[in-house]
């Protein structure tokens, strides 16, 4: 049987492909194929990536809001999750190597769900 690698997607995801080289009108084909990739349980979110983008405002906001179901973007309040996010938010309160401002920004966004999501439910 083959295994396949299950991913977890970032907002970046989303936003440079549609500002890059797959807008809606010039690549649906490739929007479509997320939610197929999703049907297949092989790609996933989280709720804060939902937000972010949500929060745009624009289509790909609207994108999210009419074709994503909610099964794309999973909760992040479970309690093993929430001991990852804390591990991960120490590590980078306590390295010298990232600068003040660095880890505020860090730390305010989805990418420590991110992390702590992908670790406990073994997304790359």
Not at 74 to 96: C, G, L, P, R
Request: charged share 25%; with cysteine.
């Amino acid at each position: 049987m083959t295994t396949y690698n299950k991913y977890l997607l970032d907002a970046d995801t989303f936003i440079r492909a549609k500002r890059d080289h797959y807008g809606f009108d010039f690549c649906p084909g490739f929007w479509t194929g997320l939610l197929k990739a999703h049907e297949l349980t092989r790609i996933a979110s989280i709720v804060p990536v939902r937000k972010e983008l949500v929060k745009g405002g624009d289509d790909l906001s609207e994108w999210v809001k009419l074709h994503c179901p909610k099964s794309f973007f999973k909760k992040v309040e479970d309690v093993a999750v929430q001991v990852a996010v804390k591990s991960i938010n120490d590590f980078v309160m306590t390295n010298a190597q990232y600068s003040e401002p660095a880890k505020q920004q860090f730390l305010s966004g989805a990418d420590p769900f991110l992390i702590g999501y992908a670790k406990v439910n073994d997304y790359v």
